[in-house]
């Protein structure tokens, strides 16, 4: 969280309101890939565990393993929200030192 702060300041050179959408825009960017990359992962063991605990359950539920995938999606942004939150609040600054 602290880098975002760091690489924000070097490409602001010394621009209050610069540095503060450098630090909105570097903290979402990496949001969003750690985003990604975790939905990726959690895609193919999401459907792996739906097989198996389809061809346990008497009863078909067609795409019942995309409701799972979006739960798991849904808690996923809730806590990458959260930390890109505290590292905004973290590095945003309202005045110069």
């Given amino acids: 969280m602290l880098r975002i702060g760091i690489a ?5 050179k010394g621009c209050l309101l610069n540095y503060n959408l450098y630090v909105i825009l570097i903290s979402s960017l ?11 992962a959690i895609l193919p063991f999401v459907f792996i565990i739906s097989l198996i605990l389809h061809s346990l359950k008497p009863i078909h539920f067609p795409g019942h393993w995309v ?17 890109d939150i505290i590292a905004i609040l973290k590095n945003i ?3 110069k030192n």
């Fill in 8 to 12: 924000a300041s070097k490409m602001s």
């Fill in 93 to 95: 600054k309202f005045s």
């Fill in 30 to 40: 990496v949001s969003l890939l750690i985003f990604l990359i975790c939905g990726v």
């Fill in 67 to 83: 409701h799972m995938f979006r739960i798991c999606l849904l808690v996923l942004g809730v806590v990458i929200g959260f930390f």
